[in-house]
């Protein structure tokens, strides 16, 4: 083991974790944390009053950080709204289950995990992601995927590189997809929504609805996504429906 693994390991679970406001949303509630996935051990879970799943206690240890540093955020997140020992179950398809009349949503990525959570019953669905920068030969290779239906004029904006700019795109189609699936109740792809601004200013994407998703979710209708960059190659996006 080299000096800087000796470094990692001496560090703890938790490096870096509280409260965030990263969009200035008087009505959520986000709580972030930095993890070390080499300091991660089973008993952590009851240390920090996580509930463990059996299917998680049989997974690796890398799905097992991820989901207690996303659980911990999510805890801390329902605690701001005075809720208290919320117990938050798994879906059919791994979504988090949501106390009554709570909106919500669970990211991760590499040493980052982040919850956000609303009781404001305006908002009817929420998404967020976090992301690392996508490599450019991985752009290439997806790209068509994730961009089907946009103009790829849309990656050369300012002040943005363009894997950081399909990144983010990418990114919001996935935070779009956890806002709606509560209200649409099934799978769809990259291609049911379509980017049509990027505003840098503003932090702000947004993009229309290509096919129906649902009665409220209907062709041509506009959302806007935006995004944070919480360092240098790390992105987080947030979705609000209302």
Same mark, same amino acid.
């Given at each position: 083991?080299?000096?800087?693994?000796?470094?990692?390991?001496?560090?703890? *679970?938790?490096?870096?974790?509280?409260?965030?406001?990263?969009?200035?949303?008087?009505?959520? #509630?986000?709580? *972030?944390?930095?993890?070390?996935?080499?300091?991660?051990?089973?008993?952590?879970?009851?240390?920090?009053?996580?509930? &463990?799943?059996?299917?998680?206690?049989? #997974?690796?240890?890398?799905?097992?950080?991820?989901?207690?540093?996303?659980?911990? &955020?999510?805890?801390?997140?329902?605690?701001?709204?005075?809720?208290? #020992?919320?117990?938050?179950?798994?879906?059919?398809?791994?979504?988090?289950?949501?106390?009554?009349?709570?909106?919500?949503?669970? #990211?991760?990525?590499?040493?980052?995990?982040?919850?956000?959570?609303?009781?404001?019953?305006?908002?009817?669905?929420?998404?967020?992601?976090?992301?690392?920068?996508?490599?450019?030969?991985?752009?290439?290779?997806?790209?068509?995927?994730?961009?089907?239906?946009?103009?790829?004029?849309?990656?050369?904006?300012?002040?943005?590189?363009?894997?950081?700019?399909?990144?983010?795109? *990418?990114?919001?189609?996935?935070?779009?997809?956890?806002?709606?699936?509560?209200?649409?109740?099934?799978?769809?792809?990259?291609?049911?929504?379509?980017?049509?601004?990027?505003?840098?200013?503003?932090?702000?994407?947004?993009?229309?609805?290509?096919?129906?998703?649902?009665?409220?979710?209907?062709?041509?209708?506009?959302?806007?996504?935006?995004?944070?960059?919480?360092?240098?190659?790390?992105?987080?996006?947030?979705?609000?429906?209302?």
């Amino acid at each position: 083991m080299n000096s800087r693994q000796n470094y990692i390991s001496s560090l703890p *679970f938790l490096i870096n974790h509280g409260q965030a406001n990263w969009w200035g949303h008087p009505s959520l #509630s986000q709580h *972030f944390c930095e993890f070390n996935q080499e300091a991660y051990q089973d008993h952590l879970f009851d240390m920090f009053k996580v509930r &463990c799943p059996e299917t998680v206690k049989k #997974s690796v240890v890398k799905r097992r950080s991820e989901f207690l540093a996303g659980r911990y &955020c999510a805890q801390k997140a329902l605690e701001e709204l005075e809720l208290d #020992s919320p117990i938050i179950r798994i879906g059919q398809h791994r979504e988090p289950i949501w106390p009554q009349g709570i909106m919500g949503a669970i #990211s991760h990525t590499t040493g980052l995990a982040t919850a956000i959570v609303s009781n404001d019953p305006n908002v009817t669905g929420l998404g967020i992601d976090v992301e690392l920068t996508v490599e450019p030969d991985t752009m290439d290779k997806i790209g068509k995927h994730i961009m089907p239906l946009e103009n790829l004029d849309i990656l050369h904006t300012k002040a943005l590189l363009p894997q950081e700019v399909f990144t983010l795109i *990418f990114s919001v189609k996935e935070s779009f997809y956890k806002a709606a699936y509560p209200r649409v109740q099934r799978f769809f792809d990259f291609k049911a929504v379509n980017v049509v601004e990027f505003d840098v200013n503003e932090r702000r994407i947004t993009f229309k609805i290509a096919e129906k998703l649902c009665d409220t979710l209907q062709v041509g209708r506009e959302v806007n996504g935006y995004y944070h960059r919480f360092s240098d190659d790390t992105w987080a996006t947030l979705v609000c429906l209302d």
